[in-house]
């Protein structure tokens, strides 16, 4: 394989072809492609603020392919197009690191934070004087990832801390990771950088990923961590490339021609160069101001979008950290500071079993309620009956529960020295529980499955599904209402909501004059929804909001994708033989024949949803990121955010620098001072609503 190093316009020479000018201009098209591709690859996934839509990032990298097909030889290690994976391993090959990759010592009480300080300063007295950096202690895998002349060459685990194994092809799939740096700055670039960092996932893609995991009856995973840890150790990279893994760096450990002499320099160093580095740093001049970090801490540390077991304490200055030396393989110049763990016990009640929109049925725990975190726990996951059998967990044990972040309690498993013996083994029910009709289990998958197809709860969750964000989006159309629907039988499929009318809903509990004519026109609005969400929306098999993207800039009604065939569909890019063949049983179905046939009928379909074209930077809001805060004049803060998600912004929780504009209401919270520290500008909901109207 050809690497190319430093400048591509010289490397063209380096590659001693002989070029004639056509060549010449399409190699020159390729670099500029390439530059391009990881700018916008930067912009998205480290910087979260993309300037062009997804559709033109898309046509830039099929450009960028069709180039490499035509020249195969010039396809490069660091180019855009290889994070797709594909190299297949029989083993990881060890690689020792340049420096020891260290560990931290753990404390769990401020007081030893003052006990670590206090032990320094007796070592050294410029620790007196020494300002410190508070950092999110993320609970994810180390990575160590090697450049050279600015190119990624190799990236490995920790091992032991001084061998690692090589898991380069399956690094170089993380989107936020640069295949080559600086990525948008001209700036000093070491000859070798060897940088560490975290691999892990953010909270909403794991919930996600087992959401569609859930959704094709596979097994779905236990925490970010381990998925992540578990992603990362495929020897197929193609497999890793599927897996929404994020990266933070915050270690230079080796740079030649210059280093860092603060952690603080180290951050924005790593920054300049294109790495993504976590918002949440803070910077503190004495170790006061560290103790007061720490109690902040304990309230964020469950709101960041991802796991964090702590937060790392660090002196800022590398001279006087490294002056400080080790004890044992923990530097002395660091601290981890743990919060307690989220962990408890209690007795498992009951299981409960929920059915999934496509029949699976889900075991989950029902509880003796019990504080974790400061919230009352009284259900947890127990993900499939697979895992149940495997933990051997058993009603009446008493179990171990942990409630980490964001994420769904689960059980870890039973506490066997509790057992009695009276407690009771599970078996997976022979008959769904809303419907009473048989289950079934096919031999080998994880999954069981209600396959009566007229069941209730399976069209609560479908309707559930049709409405949702991502889907039809029909606002107000809340579970609740949803099950009232389904209970009087005014609705028999998704289709049927088209047909309601304002009587029929004032008959139902709960319902005045406003909410029915709300829910009507929701309903009525949603007719003109693009074609895609309304491919989303009926929730076939392997159909998520991209697929069915994909689809619809090939077929432009639901008749004639109703009429391809398995090989007809998979000429789609990213469509395998499992979606096409789902996708084709879906249309087969005789009551989703009638379904179509009824949306057709009551005008879902319409001429203006086959116009796909959503350019994102034509919307007013487009590119741009909001945190609200307070309660607002007019609008719930949800209604808000989709306003604003609406016009092609986005809204996150936490203000940072990324963050184009805080919008405040009444009786604020804190982000009002991190806006104003950030410089951040701060607007109200009215100047909100003159930016888009
Ligand atoms: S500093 C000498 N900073 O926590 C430097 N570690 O035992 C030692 N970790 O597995 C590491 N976030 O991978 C550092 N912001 C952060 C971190 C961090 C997570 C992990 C690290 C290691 C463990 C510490």
């Known amino acids: ?198 691999a892990f996932m953010m909270i909403k893609d794991f919930e996600a990923l087992n959401r569609s995991l859930e959704n094709a009856g596979e097994k779905t995973y236990l925490n970010p961590r381990n998925t992540t840890a578990g992603s990362l150790r495929q020897l197929d990279s193609r497999i890793t490339a599927n897996r929404p893994i994020s990266l933070y760096v915050y270690q230079v450990v080796q740079s030649e021609g210059w280093f860092p002499e603060t952690q603080m320099d180290s951050l924005e160093f790593l920054r300049e160069m294109g790495f993504p580095v976590a918002e949440d740093i803070q910077y503190c001049p004495t170790v006061e101001s560290v103790l007061n970090a720490v109690e902040g801490w304990r309230k964020k540390i469950d709101q960041l979008p991802y796991e964090a077991d702590g937060i790392v304490i660090k002196i800022n200055s590398l001279w006087l950290a490294n002056d400080l030396g080790f004890v044992g393989k923990d530097p002395r110049g660091a601290l981890a500071f743990k919060f307690p763990a989220r962990e408890v016990s209690t007795i498992l009640r009951e299981i409960g079993v929920n059915v999934g929109r496509t029949g699976v049925l889900t075991p989950y725990a029902i509880l003796d309620p019990v504080e974790i975190g400061g919230v009352i726990v009284k259900q947890a996951t127990l993900h499939n009956f697979d895992y149940i059998q495997e933990k051997d967990i058993r009603v009446g044990d008493r179990v171990l529960v942990k409630r980490a972040g964001e994420v769904i309690p689960y059980i870890i498993g039973p506490i066997l020295e509790s057992r009695t013996g009276s407690e009771q083994e599970f078996i997976p029910p022979a008959v769904c529980p809303a419907c009473q009709q048989p289950t079934e289990h096919l031999e080998g998958e994880v999954a069981w499955y209600c396959v009566n197809s007229a069941c209730p709860a399976q069209l609560i969750r479908n309707l559930e599904h049709f409405v949702s964000r991502g889907a039809m989006d029909i606002v107000g159309l809340g579970t609740r209402i949803v099950e009232q629907l389904v209970e009087s039988g005014l609705v028999k499929d998704v289709a049927d909501i088209y047909s309601l009318k304002k009587e029929q809903l004032l008959a139902l509990e709960g319902f005045a004059d406003k909410k029915a004519e709300n829910i009507i026109a929701a309903i009525n609005a949603s007719r003109s929804q693009l074609f895609s969400r309304l491919l989303t929306a009926l929730g076939i098999r392997g159909v998520g909001e991209v697929m069915a993207s994909d689809l619809a800039k090939v077929y432009h009604d639901l008749d004639s994708i109703g009429r391809a065939t398995i090989e007809d569909l998979q000429t789609i890019e990213g469509i395998g033989p499992n979606i096409a063949n789902a996708i084709v049983d879906w249309f087969n179905q005789p009551s989703n024949r009638q379904v179509v046939a009824k949306l057709k009928a009551v005008g879902v379909w319409q001429e203006t949803n086959f116009i796909e074209p959503h350019s994102v930077e034509k919307q007013p809001l487009a590119g741009m990121i909001f945190v609200i805060t307070g309660t607002l004049p007019q609008y719930s803060r949800e209604e808000m955010k989709q306003i604003i998600e609406k016009n092609g912004g986005k809204v996150t929780d936490n203000v940072t620098r990324k963050t184009s504009y805080l919008v405040l209401g009444e009786n604020p919270g804190s982000k009002l001072e991190k806006a104003n520290a950030l410089g951040v500008p701060v607007i109200d909901e009215a100047k909100l609503l003159s930016m888009i109207s």
């Open 1 to 198: 394989m050809v690497y190319l190093f430093g400048e591509e316009s010289s490397a063209a020479t380096c590659y001693n072809l002989h070029m004639n000018t056509e060549s010449e201009m399409l190699f020159q098209e390729l670099i500029n492609l390439r530059k391009e591709i990881n700018f916008h690859n930067y912009r998205y996934h480290v910087l979260d603020a993309p300037v062009i839509s997804d559709r033109e990032y898309d046509s830039l990298v099929m450009r960028l392919r069709e180039i490499e097909n035509l020249h195969p030889e010039w396809i490069t290690p660091d180019s855009p197009t290889q994070r797709v994976g594909g190299t297949v391993m029989e083993k990881f090959i060890k690689v020792r690191h340049p420096a020891p990759i260290l560990s931290l010592a753990n404390a769990f009480d401020p007081k030893d934070i003052q006990a670590w300080f206090d032990r320094i300063l007796k070592l050294d007295n410029r620790v007196a004087q020494a300002d410190f950096v508070v950092e999110p202690k993320i609970d994810g895998l180390t990575v160590v990832l090697r450049y050279e002349k600015g190119i990624f060459v190799q990236g490995a685990t920790r091992g032991d801390g001084e061998i690692g194994e090589d898991i380069t092809a399956n690094l170089r799939t993380i989107r936020s990771l640069p295949l080559r740096i600086p990525v948008n700055a001209n700036v000093f670039v070491p000859d070798v950088l060897v940088v560490r960092g975290e």
